[in-house]
């Protein structure tokens, strides 16, 4: 916000990314007052926060995450934006151990729709992960175990309104009902690898 700090801002941003100064300056300072500022999700939603330390782990650590990765489905982000940064990870190919760094950052850069979706991702990717030493396996995979839980969480209050609606002793009320108690053992599948 501070027009004197920017050139400062910038010249450390393009550092972290790689990129040309210039071209970090005109894209960070190139908003006039009179234009709205881009979208941004609600920082102190907790279910927002989950889904965005969920993208910082599949852009900043690809090798520890792919494994899981690969189960989140583009539903799990409630945020259209978050939503996209996801789409175009997916569209990168997923976070993958063979690809880390600057070019798995890069090929998220190019999948990006638009420049607005591409702010997005390069702010997650130098944001820090909220622990004190070097990102172990164990804290990547428990966050998005818990993007997956709070998924089949959302997936299970949907089944459970359908199955309200559905007559009762039919095949489509029976086979409602089994994928309901496959969603919810699943559920606890996942809680109970965030806690091991």
Do not use: N
């Not at 709205?36 to 900043?60: H, S, T, Y």
């Not at 934006?81 to 690809?99: K, N, Q, S, T, V």
């Not at 089944?159 to 029976?174: D, I, K, S, W």
């Amino acid at each position: 916000k501070d027009p004197a700090l920017r050139p400062e801002y910038a010249r450390r941003l393009a550092g972290w990314l790689g990129m040309d100064p210039a071209t970090v300056s005109r894209t960070i300072g190139g908003r006039t007052q009179a234009e709205p500022p881009p979208r941004r999700p609600d920082a102190r939603d907790p279910i927002l926060a989950v889904q965005r330390e969920a993208l910082k782990c599949a852009l900043q650590e690809p090798a520890l995450v792919s494994a899981w990765y690969a189960s989140v489905e583009p539903e799990a982000y409630s945020d259209p934006l978050l939503r996209e940064a996801h789409e175009a990870i997916a569209a990168a190919g997923g976070p993958r151990p063979e690809l880390v760094g600057l070019p798995w950052i890069d090929a998220v850069l190019q999948a990006c729709p638009d420049d607005e979706v591409r702010g997005r991702v390069r702010g997650l990717t130098v944001e820090p992960l909220p622990v004190s030493q070097a990102v172990d396996a164990r804290y990547a995979t428990s966050v998005i175990a818990r993007l997956l839980e709070m998924d089949a969480a959302r997936r299970i209050g949907e089944l459970r309104g359908r199955l309200q609606r559905l007559e009762e002793g039919t095949p489509e009320q029976a086979a409602a009902f089994a994928d309901l108690m496959a969603l919810e053992a699943y559920r606890r599948d996942l809680r109970e690898q965030r806690e091991v």
